[in-house]
């Protein structure tokens, strides 16, 4: 099973700011990760594919990086609805399908 | 447009079943692979299994192997989740999500909360 770390845990940032969250793969997923968003009470989001690819009707300030095992979802400028948890996934290697335990974006 | 309908959240003892479903609307289950994702209370995403459009086949986690089962409805495009002698421990927020291919995840129910209490 391939494990997913995501760091920090928690990430504070001020509004207008840039966030750089962090995920490692514990062997190579290639390209194979994709990056959701979750507010509280609500599903979880899609916001990247394919590493770097944003899905539909995400907006451009979100964006993602990286191949194998280290991976970046960057999130500029940031807005009052962003702050909220974000979870890392692999679909390389499944099953199982697995996702990082998740950073929490809160407002500085 | 495609939209996942989860089924209202139950309350149940321990040791009993829960069948929690899916029902995808605007298209055909048999289009997607389905996927049931289980979120306990503060915690992260656990990816329990799905069921395949290719063969009708269901996939599990070894963790949840020979507990639950994933199955569909095919006249209602309905897909089951069924979770067998439950415990405190599956008191959680189950989703099911729509996958692209057999890669990400593009669209999520809004989840049913299964809460197992004695």
């Known amino acids: 099973e391939i494990v997913m770390t995501q760091s920090p845990a928690t990430l504070s940032v001020s509004p207008g700011e840039r966030a750089t969250l962090s995920c490692r793969a514990s062997q190579s997923v290639s390209s194979n990760l994709a990056w959701y968003q979750q507010k509280p009470g609500q599903a979880p989001r899609l916001l990247i594919f394919?590493?770097?690819t944003r899905a539909t009707g995400i907006a451009a300030r979100f964006s993602g990086s990286g191949s194998g095992t280290e991976f970046t979802l960057t999130i500029t400028s940031l807005q009052s609805e962003d702050f909220a948890v974000y979870y890392c996934?692999?679909?390389?290697?499944?099953?199982?399908?697995?996702f990082g335990q998740g950073t929490k974006l809160e407002i500085k | 447009e495609v939209q996942l309908v989860q089924s209202g959240a139950e309350v149940k003892k321990p040791g009993t079943t829960v069948k929690v479903s899916c029902k995808v609307s605007?298209?055909?289950?048999?289009?997607?692979?389905i996927h049931w994702v289980k979120q306990a209370p503060g915690k992260g995403l656990e990816w329990m299994g799905l069921l395949s459009p290719l063969d009708g086949e269901a996939i599990y986690a070894e963790k949840f192997q020979g507990r639950v089962t994933i199955a569909a409805d095919t006249p209602t495009d309905t897909v089951y989740m069924e979770l067998r002698s439950l415990r405190s421990e599956d008191t959680a927020v189950y989703f099911c999500?729509?996958?692209?291919?057999?890669?990400?995840?593009?669209?999520w129910g809004r989840g049913t909360v299964v809460t197992v209490s004695s």
């Open positions: 996934q692999q679909y390389n290697n499944w099953p199982p399908y697995t």
């Open positions: 999500a729509k996958g692209v291919i057999d890669w990400y995840f593009d669209l």
């Open positions: 394919g590493a770097s």
């Open positions: 605007g298209s055909s289950f048999t289009d997607y692979y």
